[in-house]
């Protein structure tokens, strides 16, 4: 394991147009990765659009990598059915918060970068990144993949160790 740059918190806010994978609905759950470290919200039942506002921590450390997710309907008597997948690449984020050390901004807000949509992201819509009262903040919508419909909304920060990201 690499340099520690801090904690990572990811905030499962909600899902959109989720598929249906039971008879007329679905009971759906995410869980996401970073490197070996694995994290699992609650099962909402019976929902297509689901509100979890759940609280994941990571420890985020050097290589940064990306934050996997994936979503599944829980079933009782056979195993989960996937509901779809998506990724957030984490270097924008450490980029902006080494950004933020350079800027030796520690108060206010201040958008840092934008993030636009491509093949190489999930993202729904444009993201920012901003620096809100000494904290990096992102807030996004990740269009899930291998699935006809679903959208997740994620608000991730990161909590920097006492030095913050360096180079």
Known sequence: MGELLGLLKVVVVQGKRLVIRDFKSSDPYVIAKLGDQV??????NSCL?????????????????????EVFDKDRFKADDKMGHAYLNLQPLVSAARLSHALRVSSGEMTLRKVVPDTDNCL???SS?????????Q???LRLCTVESGEIELKVRLIETRDGPSR
């Not at 990571?58 to 290589?63: A, R, V």
């Not at 990144?129 to 903040?137: A, D, H, M, W, Y």
């Open 139 to 141: 807030s996004v919508w």
């Open 39 to 44: 994290a699992k919200t609650k099962v909402i």
């Open 124 to 126: 729904v819509r444009e």
């Open 129 to 137: 990144i901003s620096l809100i009262n000494g904290e990096v903040v």
């Open 49 to 69: 659009n689901p509100v979890w506002n759940e609280e994941l921590t990571f420890s985020l450390t050097e290589p940064v990598g990306v934050l996997n997710l």
